[in-house]
């Protein structure tokens, strides 16, 4: 297993049954907090994508200790039965992991990270997200995305939508949306 977090990068690697692509570029940032691991077989394979959320400290960190930790978990316990508990655990072992990043003096420094992974078996497909990053599902000359973004603003959207607060409180909390 190999992680990669580098300011522009793209990798593409194939077996028989499955083309793996990952691309990645910085853009206008000052920092790339994207990062990403994949594992190949014959007949499977495993990636795994996070991205540091902005904003909060050491961002880059949280992102390549949770694909390290991601990828080691559904590297591990690949062959287990219940894949979608397989991804929960994975996702609340991690968070634990990422939310013990602390500072020099030992405070912890609420570090974040959006998560997605992706585990085929054969012919069939698993994934999990956390956060706005996507997953798309490419076939022909179609690309579908298979996730929605999970953020604040979509349950802000959804509370306005149903009554429960006004359009006041709503433009109040938006400046967090992206949460």
């Known amino acids: 297993m190999q992680s990669y977090n580098e300011t522009e990068f793209k990798i593409c690697k194939e077996n028989s049954l499955y083309e793996f692509i990952a691309y990645t570029a910085i853009g206008d940032r000052e920092e790339q907090q994207d990062s990403f691991g994949f594992k190949l077989k014959n007949d499977s394979l495993i990636a795994v994508v996070c991205d540091g959320m902005g904003g909060h400290n050491r961002g880059n960190d949280a992102s390549i200790l949770a694909v390290n930790e991601l990828m080691n978990i559904l590297e591990r316990n690949k062959n287990s039965e219940n894949v979608p508990g397989l991804f929960l655990e994975a996702l609340k072992e991690t968070d634990i992991k990422v939310a013990s990043i602390t500072d020099e003096s030992g405070e912890p420094v609420r570090a974040g990270t959006t998560a997605i992974a992706v585990m085929i078996k054969v012919h069939d497909l698993y994934w999990c997200s956390v956060g706005d990053s996507r997953i798309y599902i490419i ?15 979509l349950i802000l959207d959804s509370r ?16 967090m949306g992206n949460v």
Do not use: F, P
């Open 160 to 175: 306005l939508a149903g009554g429960e607060i006004t359009q006041d409180e709503y433009e109040k909390n938006a400046v």
């Open 139 to 153: 076939r022909g000359n179609e690309m579908i995305q298979a996730t929605c973004d999970h953020t604040y603003k």
